[in-house]
């Protein structure tokens, strides 16, 4: 089975992404870290077995997106359910990923797709409680409903909803998602050749030098 990958990501505008990075970053850095940190998911997708490509985006397309990628917009009240719509415009089964964890590699994605050989669902935790990734074979549209989005509980109610639908799920394995600066050292140094490493190095050398 090779299903879509749905890309849930806002613009890395400054100001308006990866705002919990500031401080020690200014808005502006966070949306350097931001935009790289898209870019190298946006790799990893690509490198990826997936039989379509998807981004669902709040906001503008910038010249960061690579050809292949269909843009969709992001619609619903929460999280939880623009994730729900984001399912039913591609069809299943599909793969949702965020862009918060660029440590992702195309094999992994991939591991998400055998998952879902076995099983009618596939989610993924974050260590801080969240989970970075949720495939289904098919659209449910309950699937999301009362599931409480960045609390430290999601995986578990997210995973609990699923059962309760009878749904099978398969986990994944568990990634650390970049909320805070000490997350991007953390995940810079999991992937030092990366463009994500890069940026966050250039970051944290111009903290150094303002520091002294």
Request: aromatic content about 6%; overall charge negative; some cysteine.
């Amino acid at each position: 089975m090779n299903p879509a990958v749905i890309v849930m990501a806002k613009s890395p505008r400054p100001g308006r992404v990866k705002t919990r990075l500031c401080p020690p970053c200014s808005e502006r850095e966070a949306g350097e870290i931001a935009t790289a940190a898209l870019t190298s998911t946006l790799e990893a997708v690509a490198g990826s077995r997936a039989a379509h490509l998807v981004i669902a985006l709040e906001g503008a397309p910038g010249s960061w997106l690579p050809a292949g990628f269909d843009v969709i917009p992001q619609y619903g009240r929460g999280l939880a359910e623009r994730l729900a719509r984001a399912f039913e415009d591609v069809g299943g089964p599909a793969v949702a990923i965020g862009m918060d964890t660029p440590q992702a590699t195309p094999d992994l994605i991939d591991q998400s797709f055998d998952a879902l050989d076995e099983a009618d669902s596939a989610l993924g935790p974050t260590v801080d409680g969240g989970y970075w990734a949720i495939g289904l074979r098919r659209p449910n549209d309950r699937a999301f409903a009362g599931v409480p989005m960045s609390l430290p509980s999601t995986f578990f109610e997210q995973q609990r909803r699923l059962h309760q639908l009878g749904l099978s799920c398969r986990v994944l394995p568990e990634l650390r998602d970049v909320d805070h600066f000490s997350d991007a050292l953390a995940v810079a140094s999991l992937i030092p050749e990366s463009r994500f490493a890069a940026a966050v190095r250039a970051v944290n050398d111009r903290l150094d030098r303002a520091s002294l």
